[in-house]
């Protein structure tokens, strides 16, 4: 089995923003989009997005799966109960966010994650002042129990705090961890958007501090790092003026090789973009 | 009637009694092995015994031609050698590119094929006046070069020489056939060459072939020039295939210390970026070749040397040298002896680290040291000292000095890994652990599928095993036509164009489904004859070392190839060629390969 999953709940009615929020733009990408892709990052097991009973989303990579919620308007017990019953025999633990979290850092994640690991069914931030459900590690084992507090209409999270071994993890805590101290100081990880004012603060922060390297002729001359702020790969081509597709491919942080400029960029991300013949 | 760009026969010397023979190659059986590759290994079916040693008289060295030289496509100028290696005892096909093919093609043969052995030193003459033997005293221990640059002076005008070097001629396991300053390089065809006592075989052109449709050849070789100038072929075309090098840095896919790391300090160095910007360098290329890779750069000492990613990989990182004059001089030495660069360093890392663990005695031979690199090669080429050990490859040689130290022997089937690390590049993996040839990049470019995006390059699986076998395939369609791979991804629909490019030439109606059944009966017809000398299914597998050693990348993440990972992706390629799950083909594969 795969230890660790993502699960995205997208079926929030957004009343507050007026417009369903998933498919907001952010620095080129969708919130969803974004959300699922530094889920992906992060996770060796599967990632799924959980919605409303037809309800439309952006566009997806083909590997995120998609979950809709039997039931609609319950809350994010009931979203958690179905994300995590669909990840169940695949994962462990999984880490769950809404779709609204533009500077979710893959460090963050990884912290939260590793509450699992050292034995706790959740891992709960508790950041900028309030406990973050929504971007928070589950055992998904507490699937059964998630879809059983719905059943009985107790549908805050807090209900099912009650039923299992919970870590709290504060702010310093979680700056325990040096990589998420360095490149996520302030914990904007758990900053959401919920109205219009928010996103548009949002929209006004620059994109992340990316470093990019081209290899080979794509260096064309211009070897070493050239820092770069883009919240995706796309946007790190652009600003190397590398045409990413059929003959050139990148690697994110020397990692997974990717062609799908929609692949999102956190802050500390490396970006090497290298020719896809790889003949010698 | 023989199809447009064959001759329809191969000639076949006996190299004791100094006679040739001609054997006819009907036009169904060069549909369905077009040529180089794929019917060299039918002639190594057909004129091999059973059970022969690919040192003994009787092995069968195949000098094979394709229907597309001689035509102005862009990099068809290109032979395949054919014969047992003596490294792995399978079928071992090695391609290089020169006028040889062009003028061996001429002499009016499809293949020149050599058995028996001379009695003494000499050089194979064909031409238009058939095949003789001359003396070739005077030559002995030349480098290659060297001993083609001698016969050109004494032969005359239109002659064109491939030689072995002193390590073939001494019987070194790796050693290499040279022409053009080219190299039919892997698994020791020039060992196999020296066996009979031949120093070179010289070729000159003396029949004409045309193509069946002389104006559709035309205008593909313009439309393929033309795409050959893209971005397809800027690697290189700009830096060679040197590139490779910071680039697998960055990513944890350029073995290093023989295999020990996936990183290497001094990459930079001996970059291509970087030898571009401090040396003069100039392009060169092969015959009737557009792209231009070769990137020849000046060396200490006022030399030049040709630079190649493999050569460098294999003398510098893997060995643990960074001085890039030091890594360019040894492969300016392997070039003067005749070794194959990629066994040559693989078996001196494997002996540097048997060094370090006492198994050997060699207090001289220490990772990073590049004069102990030069010594080394030289004992080789001689076979003196630690040489006589050497010059076997790191399977022999591990089997001989025991001591665990076959665990971290870098091969597969005795043919040491090239430069791609299989733990983070796991299509690959399963390419160098079932191809026929061993651990070989070019016959299966499952990288391809690592660096596609497409699949989790650190967790193979049955995507990858798909993968590996969809590039061997279409490895075998371009090693048989011959088109060079480096020009691979200018066609978008490969199978499809290649069988327009072949029907143009010879004529025939073929189309994109027939060459994937022909690409599939050249890759199945490579595992018979394996299957015929002595393959064992354990012989599909990689060294324990990449088995049990995982490697962490740059982002943090590990990379583990386990026994049980391989074995799946193992059992599908197996499914996927239809074998069973021993490896072997069944009833209806054998009847398939026109083999009776």
Request: proline share 6%; with cysteine.
């Given at each position: ?7 995205v ?54 590997q ?16 958690l ?55 928070a590690?589950?055992?998904t084992?507490?699937?059964?129990a998630?879809?059983?507090?719905v ?72 070897r ?57 | ?33 077009i ?37 102005p ?49 000499s050089?194979?003459?064909v ?20 001993a ?19 390590a ?128 020849i ?11 190649e ?17 030091a890594?360019?001089?040894a ?21 540097m ?10 207090p ?12 080394a090669?030289?004992?080789?080429g001689a ?22 130290s ?99 030439v ?37 060294p324990q ?52």
């Amino acid at each position: 089995m795969s230890s660790s999953a993502g699960i995205v709940l997208a079926g929030g009615r957004s009343s507050r923003m007026g417009t369903p929020k998933a498919a907001l733009e952010w620095h080129g990408s969708t919130l969803l989009r974004r959300t699922a892709g530094i889920l992906s990052r992060v996770a060796d097991g599967p990632v799924v997005v959980v919605r409303a009973p037809g309800q439309a989303l952006p566009e997806l990579p083909p590997q995120v799966e998609i979950v809709d919620d039997p039931r609609e308007g319950l809350g994010p017990v009931q979203g958690l109960a179905a994300g995590l019953a669909a990840v169940a025999s695949r994962a462990d633990i999984a880490f769950v966010c809404s779709t609204d979290l533009p500077f979710l850092h893959p460090a963050f994640i990884r912290r939260v994650l590793r509450a699992g690991a050292e034995g706790a069914d959740v891992g709960l931030p508790v950041a900028r002042g309030h406990p973050q459900p929504l971007a928070a590690a589950y055992a998904t084992a507490l699937a059964p129990a998630a879809a059983r507090l719905v059943a009985e209409g107790r549908l805050r999270p807090a209900f099912l705090f009650g039923e299992c071994t919970v870590a709290r993890l504060d702010e310093a805590t979680l700056r325990g961890d040096p990589v998420l101290a360095a490149l996520d100081p302030d914990l904007d990880s758990v900053l959401n958007v919920n109205e219009p004012a928010d996103y548009q603060a949002a929209r006004a922060r620059p994109a992340p501090e990316v470093t990019i390297q081209r290899f080979g002729a794509l260096a064309d001359g211009h070897r070493g790092p050239l820092p770069a702020r883009a919240a995706t790969v796309a946007g790190a081509a652009a600003a190397a003026g590398v045409d990413l597709g059929a003959h050139v491919v990148a690697a994110l942080n020397g990692d997974q090789i990717t062609r799908d400029g929609q692949v999102p960029l956190a802050a500390g991300d490396t970006v090497f973009f290298l020719a896809a013949d790889a003949g010698g | 009637m023989t199809a447009g760009g064959y001759f329809g026969r191969a000639l076949v010397v006996d190299a004791r009694a100094a006679t040739a023979s001609t054997l006819p190659l009907p036009d169904g059986l060069l549909r369905a092995y077009i040529g180089g590759a794929g019917l060299g290994t039918w002639l190594l079916h057909r004129l091999g015994p059973p059970g022969f040693h690919p040192l003994a008289p009787e092995a069968p060295l195949a000098f094979v031609f394709s229907p597309l030289v001689g035509t102005p496509l862009t990099t068809s100028a290109k032979f395949a050698v054919v014969a047992k290696s003596p490294l792995t005892g399978m079928l071992n096909d090695a391609l290089a590119s020169s006028h040889f093919a062009i003028s061996g093609k001429l002499t009016g043969h499809d293949a020149i094929v050599v058995r028996g052995a001379c009695s003494r030193p000499s050089v194979l003459l064909v031409d238009g006046a058939g095949a003789r033997l001359a003396d070739a005293a005077d030559l002995r221990g030349l480098p290659a070069a060297e001993a083609e640059r001698r016969l050109r002076d004494r032969l005359g005008g239109g002659w064109r020489v491939a030689a072995i070097g002193p390590a073939g001629e001494r019987g070194v396991r790796y050693a290499t056939i040279s022409h053009d300053g080219r190299h039919a390089g892997r698994g020791g065809l020039g060992a196999v060459m020296g066996a009979k006592r031949l120093k070179a075989v010289a070729v000159r052109a003396a029949a004409k072939v045309a193509p069946a449709d002389p104006q559709a050849v035309l205008a593909a070789a313009r439309d393929l020039r033309a795409r050959s100038f893209g971005p397809a072929t800027a690697k290189y075309r700009q830096l060679g295939t040197l590139a490779n090098l910071l680039a697998f840095n960055a990513i944890a896919t350029l073995p290093t210390r023989n295999f020990q790391a996936a990183t290497f300090s001094g990459a930079p160095q001996l970059a291509a970026e970087e030898l571009a910007e401090m040396r003069t360098v100039t392009r060169s290329s092969c015959a009737s070749c557009t792209i231009g890779c070769e990137h020849i750069y000046g060396a200490r000492g006022g030399r030049r040397a040709r630079v190649e990613y493999e050569n460098v990989f294999a003398l510098g990182p893997m060995c643990g040298v960074a001085d890039p004059d030091a890594v360019l001089a040894a492969s300016g030495r392997c070039d003067e002896l005749g070794l194959d660069t990629i066994s040559a360093g693989g078996t001196i890392a494997w002996a540097m680290e048997c060094a370090e663990r006492g198994l050997i005695d060699a207090p001289w031979l220490r990772f990073g040291d590049a004069d102990a690199v030069l010594r080394a090669l030289d004992e080789i080429g001689a076979r003196e000292g630690l040489g006589e050990l050497l010059a076997e490859g790191t399977r022999r040689a591990s089997e001989r000095v025991g001591g665990g130290s076959a665990a971290f022997a870098l091969h597969v089937k005795g043919l040491e890994l090239p430069g791609y690390e299989p733990r983070t590049m796991q299509a690959m993996a399963l390419g160098l652990a079932v191809n026929s040839r061993g651990a070989d990049h070019n016959r299966s470019g499952a990288y391809e599928a690592d660096l596609s995006g497409e699949h989790d390059r650190l967790a193979g699986g049955q995507g990858h095993a798909a993968a590996a076998v969809e590039t061997e395939d279409r490895a075998a369609v371009m090693d048989s036509l011959i088109l060079c791979k480096f020009l691979r991804g200018v066609f978008t629909e490969p199978f499809g164009e290649w069988a327009a490019l072949l029907s143009a030439v010879t004529g025939w109606d073929a189309d994109g489904a027939e060459l994937r059944r022909t690409a599939r009966r050249i890759v199945m017809a490579k595992r018979v004859f394996n299957l015929r000398e002595g393959w064992r299914p354990q012989d599909d597998w990689l060294p324990q070392r990449l088995l049990s050693e995982p490697l962490e990348v740059p982002s943090g993440r590990v990379a583990m190839l386990t026994p049980e990972r391989l074995r799946r992706m193992i059992d599908g390629y197996y499914a996927a060629r239809g074998l069973d799950g021993e490896g072997r083909p069944g009833r209806a594969a054998l009847d398939d390969l026109q083999l009776s």
